[in-house]
């Protein structure tokens, strides 16, 4: 294979290796679907083996090809470069499995204040007008559940969001306050 096609080989599969990576992830952040995380860690696995071999392809070829040398060289840098993509996803990805993410919807005919999310980590939402919608992150600190306290004219009320979560149950969901919900742990 001449050196030309060695770097074009090398360029189409470092972009390739990171549009996929990204929508992997991508749709996992929108999402939070575990399935995902299985697709993520196959791709991570066969994704690297097939960079490493074209890697020592075109390093094998920089040592034979001296005119070439610096632009094949050039070439496996692109494709490293995807490495520290990779680790920031990953990395990412395991921030999110340990925190639910949960938008809060007013379906109540009232302002509602002072919003408490407790349970597991701590957070607070100062008002929430009717209709309004405001998204918290929960970090997960072990074994928990995610309770909401408010004041909804002047009468302070307290609901159950999520009964049971525990480290790597990470989740994307919507509560309404003061209207229907379904069970989800």
Not at 1 to 7: V, Y
Not at 32 to 40: I, K
Not at 96 to 108: C, G, S
Request: charged share 20%; net charge neutral; glycine share 8%.
């Amino acid at each position: 294979m001449k050196s030309e096609k060695h770097i074009k080989l090398g360029q189409q599969t470092a972009i390739t290796s990171f549009m996929l990576g990204t929508g992997i992830f991508g749709l996992y952040f929108a999402t939070s679907f575990d399935g995902l995380l299985f697709v993520g860690y196959i791709f991570i696995l066969l994704t690297g083996l097939i960079n490493i071999g074209i890697i020592i392809s075109i390093l094998l070829k920089a040592n034979k090809d001296k005119e070439n040398r610096r632009e094949l060289l050039k070439t496996c840098v692109v494709m490293l470069l995807n490495i520290p993509v990779m680790i920031f996803y990953c990395w990412v990805t395991i921030i999110l499995t340990n925190t639910m993410r949960i938008t809060f919807t007013n379906l109540t005919k009232t302002t509602l204040t002072n919003i408490k999310i407790f349970g597991c980590e701590t957070e607070h939402i100062d008002k929430l007008e009717v209709g309004q919608r405001k998204t918290v992150w929960v970090g997960i600190t072990g074994d928990c559940s995610v309770n909401i306290d408010y004041l909804t004219n002047e009468q302070r009320k307290i609901e159950s969001v999520a009964s049971y979560v525990t480290n790597n149950m990470g989740q994307k969901m919507e509560y309404n306050i003061g209207g229907q919900n379904e069970e989800e742990f």
